[in-house]
């Protein structure tokens, strides 16, 4: 709960991973105790896993199945290896899910491209190869010689902390930018595309991702270039019609004031810090997922 | 020169009156020596004052006018009194300046408003009451109720860190938010209008502007939202026709990585800094100047 709700983990996928074996490994820790103490306990870390970050809908799936593994269990014990195996499946079936989006998401890039990316998406945000960076990997290993722009996503840095740094160890050209300065870089014709990831997608292809998602996506579009989403079909929730029934997670000030020098002077100054932005399905070239890709207009009611 | 260039003076008008303040002190502390020797020397300065910042027009007309005031002397010791007296003037002229401009630009503003501005163009950044944000001053000063978002200004922080503290001293309302999340408020109507500086105005009307400029230009233009840049007469570089042949300064890479937890596993990332970017000409409402408020289309050819 604190890995997550400080962004030690972070990335959908790799958030629900973390709960599912943060559940597990807690019900296999507890499972000597009485049936009914066990039960309560599960469905108590259950609900703290689950709230520990309100916009990533994998987290509460992930937890809801682990969740549901125990219930046809005799006894704790039982429940607690039905829990892990549970567990193990959801890192299974990302890794796979991750190839499965990388495959589908390379037929979209082409050799020579430049392709811009935001926050981090990567093997540090899923258990496998990541998302939208699993398209670059992927079309890496195809021998597609791409240049990645990855923005640096404030606040938290994770485009130059975290994606410059997965995508220089694999070999992979990437050039940091401030997001101020993405919209330069369209006007000059540095950039052929742009894909991200998403951390909800709502019946409709409205996208909730990282704060700064909603600006590339505008800017790509005023420049008639290609805005790809690519996620997990986890991350569809087709109970949420649309962007505007998103809850927006605003996030602490001093994550945004806390780089600014630090300064003594700035105590006091209002900040608003919202962890995500909602960008509108008609922005959005392709919504690739592990089952397809998917072009506007979107319907996901039937998924 | 090292001031301008390390950007501890900076904002175009306050560059300007620092390079003539600059000029007119090394004059008059070399008045007393030979008038060949006095006469190249401050050709020598003036050049290094020119170059220490390649965008701001303000400092090459600055330094142009403090040099010719030198022409006409008998001696060194009167040449270094007239470089002084214009100094003196220019630092006179941009308080004035800064006064017309905050009249004019707070006609545009309304009670009630939520104002987006960019960087810091207050007093921080001229010899009076600033340009933009002289708007908002003297908008203040009417009794218009007004609040202001400051975007923090990624690299250097210039919307948090000097922005944020000028009208927080003021007792006008500022929130601090990343360039990333105004697309966000943008999206929400949180945002009335945006106001701007500018470092050099082209004769078409393009502006080159902070970093991040036109990001804020082309969501307010797709929100269909007034997008003004305020800035001194002298900022109208008649003789650059548009902003495509505005040379756009790239600045250190390290400005950029240099907050990202100044990890040892960054060095070698690529980063592109450019400076500023070029918003261009019908993505502006107006621009305010302190000789009137002028509106698209654009032509600076008579100024």
Redesign the interface.
Known sequence: VDAIGTLSVRGAPAVGVAAAMGLAALAGASAASHPDLFRESIRHWASLLRHSRPTAVNLRWAVDRVLAAASDSASPHEAALAMRATADAIRDEDRAMCRSIGERGADLLADGMTVLTHCNTGALATAGIGTALAAIYVAHERGMRLNV?A?????L?QG??LT??EL?RAGI?????????????F?RGQIDCCIVGADRIARNGDVAN??????HA??A??HNLPFYVAAPRSTIDVATADGGSIH?EDRP?AE??G???A?A??A???????AF??TPAPLITAIVTDSGVHRPPYDFSRD
């Not at 923005?151 to 606040?155: F, G, K, N, Y």
């Not at 006091?268 to 919202?274: H, I, R």
């Open positions: 722009i923005s640096e996503t404030r606040p840095l130059s902390r410059a740094w220089g050209p990437v050039t940091v930018v401030t997001e101020g300065a993405v919209a330069s870089l006007q990282k704060i700064g998602t909603l600006s505008l800017i579009h005023v927006i000030g945004v004031l780089i600014a020098g300064s002077h700035l006091g100054v209002a900040v608003l810090n919202p932005d909602v």
